[in-house]
Each structure stands twice: as structure tokens, then as C-alpha cells.
């Protein structure tokens, strides 16, 4: 315990020294350097986003802490408080401004996300009860749906007669991911319901569908998504963002558990858990982003 003390002290002040060197050799601060040059990626926006946390001012540390930050007033209280003459520096303000976007975005989009999760889905909710039927109509188009509640909701995933009860744990957050997915790639969609149904390898398609929802879920809550995010999208991400990885997630999953060829449903949770720890894998690599080019078989 000591000696992790002592490592963790020493890389602190190794840190610190280094930055002070650099400056005194460049003649400019670590945020200046950063954002030189137009280029954003996740390294740069991660860069910033960690100079800022790790800043001995708290004001430029509840830039990223704070809830509803107007960025163009933080740029500019970033540069006063640096002593950042942006006349000369042309690309610090547009650089910058880009860098804080993505980051309070990101904080922005957990929130917005977190409070769908914790909408119940409600059956006496007439717009929860439509967005139900939709579902249904988009992944089953040629059968009628005989009743509300009904042995049919087998036939995509659901444990019971009502699905109601298995949307618990992610609210309507789950139901929107697998609306997203069947009405904005609905060939897709359809193409992995088909596999769900796989004489040897099939699982529950609406159940799992929901469970990729709790994998998205906790890979935002977390910070794993930031380097697809810092990657793919240019300012604010939106909650289309997510529901476009969760797309991603479920899609890919499916091809996961097919390729590990299971003994039966009982070893979901080792599949989940082990392509789980390959998603966060692939996102520890500066340069990933998460398609959507789906390839599907006729």
C-alpha cells in the first residue's frame, strides 16, 4: 500500500515537472500546445479533457464538472486565466471550443439517457403502448399481432404475454434501442431476429436486445464510449448517437454468439460478458469509431 502511494506521488510530481520543463522550453501552456492544428480526435479531445480535470485551478476544472456550461464564456475564462494572447494563437479558440463541446456533450448525453432509462414503461401509457405495437409491426410486417397480450410476443424475444414486464432494468430506454434499430435498419434487424430463432444457437430476441441496451448503457457511464464519440462526431453527440451504437452493439453481438457457438442459453452470460470485454478492447484504441455498415445475407 505504501509503495503504491509512493509510485502514484512520484508519477504525480514526474508529471508535473515534465510540464514545467516543456513550458519553460516552448515558452507556451500544455492547453496552448494541445490545441495547435485543426485535427480532432479522441487523443486530443481526451488530452484536454484531462489537463483540464487534473488543473490546480477549479475554475477551469468545473468547466468539465459542471452542468449547462456556456463554452464560448469557458474559452475565453480558459485563455484569461492562462494568459493565452488568442490574437497570436489563432487556433486555440475554434480548437478549444470544439474540444469542450465534445466533453460537456458527452456529460450532456449520459444525463439525457439516464433519464430515459429511468422512464418505466407504463401499459396504461397509450404512446408507451403504441411504440410496443410498432415494434411489432417492424420486425413481423406480414403477421397480425392477434392481441395486446399474447403468446406471440414469443416469436420476437419476449419471455411472457406481456412484454411489459421485461423492459425492468432499462426502461424505455431498452424499448427505444429496439425501435431505433428495426425502423432505421430494419433489414439488419430482421436479419438477426432471423438468427435468434436458429434451431441450436437461438436466444430471446427482445431480451437480449435489451441486455445490449444495459452493455451500452454502462460502457457511457463509464467513459468507454468517449473514443467513438471524440472520433465520430464533431461537437454535441445526441441520443441518436447512442441509439446508433447500441445498433452496433446488437448487431455485432449477434455474429459474436453465433461465432462462439454456445452449448445452449445458459452460457449468455460468459458470451456477454467476454465480447463485452472485446468492445472495451477495441475502445481503448485511440483511433476506433463503431459502423453501422452492416452486411447481411439474403
Not at 487534473?54 to 480558459?78: F, P, Q, T
Request: proline fraction near 2%; aromatic fraction near 12%; charged fraction near 25%.
Amino acid at each position: 500500500m505504501l509503495f503504491g502511494w509512493l509510485y502514484a506521488y512520484f508519477a504525480w510530481l514526474y508529471q508535473r515537472m515534465f510540464k514545467w520543463v516543456i513550458r519553460v522550453l516552448t515558452g507556451s501552456h500544455e492547453l496552448q500546445r494541445l490545441c495547435s492544428g485543426d485535427q480532432l480526435d479522441s487523443k486530443k479531445t481526451k488530452k484536454i479533457e484531462s489537463s483540464l480535470r487534473n488543473s490546480k485551478c477549479g475554475a477551469l476544472r468545473r468547466v468539465i464538472e459542471e452542468d449547462d456550461v456556456n463554452i464560448n464564456d469557458a474559452v475565453k475564462g480558459i485563455a484569461a486565466v492562462k494568459g493565452i494572447d488568442v490574437s497570436k494563437n489563432p487556433d486555440f479558440v475554434p480548437s478549444l471550443k470544439r474540444c469542450l463541446e465534445q466533453i460537456c456533450g458527452y456529460r450532456n448525453l449520459f444525463a439525457e439517457v439516464e433519464a430515459v432509462r429511468k422512464q418505466a414503461y407504463q401499459s396504461t401509457r397509450q404512446d408507451h403502448e403504441e411504440k410496443l405495437i410498432k415494434l411489432w409491426n417492424l420486425l413481423m410486417p406480414d403477421t397480425q399481432l392477434e392481441g395486446r397480450i399474447s403468446k406471440q410476443w414469443g416469436t420476437i424475444g419476449f419471455q411472457g404475454d406481456d412484454p411489459a414486464t421485461d423492459f425492468r432494468g432499462m426502461g424505455m430506454l431498452g424499448l427505444l434501442n429496439l425501435i431505433y434499430f428495426a425502423e432505421t435498419y430494419n433489414k439488419a434487424a430482421r436479419h438477426v431476429l432471423s438468427h435468434s430463432h436458429h434451431p441450436q444457437f437461438g436466444y430471446s430476441y427482445a431480451v437480449v436486445g435489451i441486455n445490449m441496451t444495459s452493455t451500452a448503457y454502462h460502457l457511457l457511464q463509464d467513459g468507454a464510449l468517449k473514443t467513438h464519440l471524440y472520433n465520430h462526431v464533431r461537437g454535441k453527440p445526441s441520443l441518436e448517437d447512442f441509439h446508433r451504437i447500441y445498433c452496433h452493439v446488437f448487431f455485432n453481438f449477434d455474429k459474436f454468439w453465433l461465432a462462439e457457438k454456445p452449448r445452449d442459453i445458459m452460457e449468455f452470460s460468459r458470451v456477454r460478458d467476454k465480447y463485452e470485454d472485446t468492445l472495451r478492447k477495441d475502445l481503448r484504441k485511440a483511433t476506433t469509431v463503431l459502423k453501422c455498415d452492416f452486411v447481411t445475407d439474403d
